[in-house]
């Protein structure tokens, strides 16, 4: 009934409160945020060159929450910006220990997702500058990625931003790329490293050719604005053949890795390396 799902949605709610709400007030308990990372693999060696970070909420009574169940409600109740920083912090500090423990001529990278809340913050440059600062990671190996939408609603301030992220020497990405309303023009008005084709158009069958002309027209555009280009939810071989067949750069999607905890992700980190 729809008093049982405000109801559900109040406790949920409730329970987010405490839970981000123990992130800001005890940093260094044990919190109900677990970072997960997913794999982003050169399609040229097969290799992995990073991973994104992605959130989950171990909930003490409904288990694994992802974050399509609490996301929109953080974002609603503005407590999203406190999640999204100690997401940051924890996942560059933990890429940095990967980088020290696997050295590499290349060295790994992190893709962390950004709201639109941060962007109403007017100290979020120095925030990300001290998290770069304090776990040592170098600025490069930071990717930040931001959905179209995202970047539509906050055009003036993210230029402003991310002119200033760019002169730092961090990557930034645009998210979800194709489902939005990007023009040519505002791309390249924005300083823009990375596009991340999203998955509706990468994970289709061969023969749905429309959907990967709009894969090939973007990688070109890509190619032409001299930006990298990652493809999401690569989930076949034949997806993945047809990426490589179009010079994607990397990709990233189930059929490398699901997104997993960080010990799972150093076991795949040491079967790469050794
Ligand atoms: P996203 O940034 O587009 O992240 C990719 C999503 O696609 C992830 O879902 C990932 O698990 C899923 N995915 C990856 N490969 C495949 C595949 O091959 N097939 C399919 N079907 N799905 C795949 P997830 O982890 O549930 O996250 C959903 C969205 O929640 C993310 O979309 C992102 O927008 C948001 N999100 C996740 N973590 C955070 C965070 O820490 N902060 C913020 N602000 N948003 C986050
Ligand atoms: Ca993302
Ligand atoms: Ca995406
Ligand atoms: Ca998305």
Redesign the pocket.
Known sequence: SVQKDAIALLQLETDLRLAIGALINTPSTISEFI??Y?PIVSLSTGKITGF?????WQHPRRGIV???DF?PV??ETGL?AH??WW??GEACRQVRAWQKQFSSNNPLTI?????SR?FDQSDMVERIDEIIRDTGLESSSLKL?I?ETCLLENAEKAIAHFEQLKALGIKLAI??FGTGYSSLDRLHRLPIDIL?I??SFV?SRSDETDKWEIVRTIIMLARNLGLDVVA????TADQLFQLKQLQCDYG????FS??VDAMAAEALLVSQFQ
């Open positions: 970072v997960y997913q994104e970070a992605l959130v989950r992802y974050p399509g996301i953080a974002e999203i999640l999204d997401v940051m893709g962390i997702n950004l709201s941060q990625e959905t998210d979800d991340k999203d998955r994970n999401e939810g690569v989930e990233q999607g189930y059929f699901k997104p």
